[in-house]
């Protein structure tokens, strides 16, 4: 497409009301309508979804968006239908669709009508859609949380490594792929696999500022987090456990004690899922207690704490699930528990596993270590994990983490800062 003719802003702002592009957003969309793969490292609020959602709506033929998880998309799907008053211009297509919906949405794609088409891996494999969409105009492809391509993501799902193949398959056409992680091993496992080494990189700093990150040792756990959050009577906090049974304990916990929170894992049945979420978002309850089932593509913007009740088993999995605080950019307040025992709990699992999973989970293990006893600013020790530099001085947001506020002694500082030049 000719990018020169186009007024991307008179777009963005006729579709999406903003007045401005949010950091490399319009670089990225005209790259993209000019043609060429694109990678996305942004972090979560970053403003991942306009890169493809603006070019989609306003190019010929259909996008497909390759993303995990069905909840993610009809969000996506009824978000995108509100900006235009066109109907059926995102659909998703997968194996919840009925035959006369099916029929419905390849009808709407063969007209014309349908710019973005959201559908996960595991139906874009089946031959009947690879046969209909190779028929059909296709714009571009995205494939967003393109981490869970990687092992070394935190949410590897095995059907997206087979992408590559069937978006060859389908159509010759430019790929962008997104993601919030950025740890150099996640990024170069994700260009190899769909074949993009040759694609423009977009990064931006994953630092968020405006993030205060604790590590306390994990004794009186329960009485400290009950104690935190009265002390933040009303504000809306997620706290994260490992085990649905310790969801439910805690949850209880907190409501006996007056705090109102809700539990939420993968164990609920569906209806008490979406309950649940919902009193959350709607403001009736002000805890959610989870496990990491919770959070994907949620956007409530003012949540105002993260707790880990457990240690997160990866760097990654700490970075998303605190990112999920002070997405707003006001106060978001970032405490974790550790205790050595955790880890030890966690490994005796890995050994259960097969040898290359047990050795990528002991290695994210170690990197969670070294981040919870690490003793210089945790917000340097996060970034150098995605690959950047962070002055621990005038970095913004330096002074916003416990090891910052109490600095710890020179020696330490040292020891710490080999260990990290070593990972
Ligand atoms: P990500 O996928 O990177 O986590 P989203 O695409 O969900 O982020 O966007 C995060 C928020 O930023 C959304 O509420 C979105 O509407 C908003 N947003 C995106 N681009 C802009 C922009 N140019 N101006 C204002 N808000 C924006
Ligand atoms: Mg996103």
Redesign the pocket.
Known sequence: MDTKDINLSAE?KKY?G?????GQ?EQIITELLDGKDIFVL?????????CYQLPALISEGTAIVVSPLIALMKNQVDAVNGLSSDEGVAHVLNSSLNKTQTKQVMDDITAGKTKLLYVAPESLIKEEYVDFLKNVKISFVAI?EAHCISEWGHDFRPEYRNLKGIIDKIADVPVIA?T?TATPKVQDDIQKTLGMNNALVYKESFNRANLFYEIRPKVNVDKEIVRFINQHKGKSGIVYCLSRRKVEEFAQLLQVNGVNALPYHAGLDQKTRVLHQDKFLMEEADVIVATIAFGM?I?K?DVRFVIHYDIPKSLESYYQETGRAG?DGGEGYCLAFYDPKDIEKLEKFLAQKPVSEREIGLQLLNEVVGYAETSMSRRQYLLYYFGEIFDPVKGEGALMCDNSQNPPTLKDATKDLKKVLEM
């Not at 903003?18 to 949010?22: I, L, P, T, V």
């Not at 942004?42 to 306009?50: A, F, I, R, V």
Request: aromatic share 12%.
């Open positions: 963005l999406f903003f007045s401005k592009f949010k957003q942004m972090p979560t609020g970053g403003g991942k979804s306009l967003d997104l919030a593509g956007d913007p997405r």
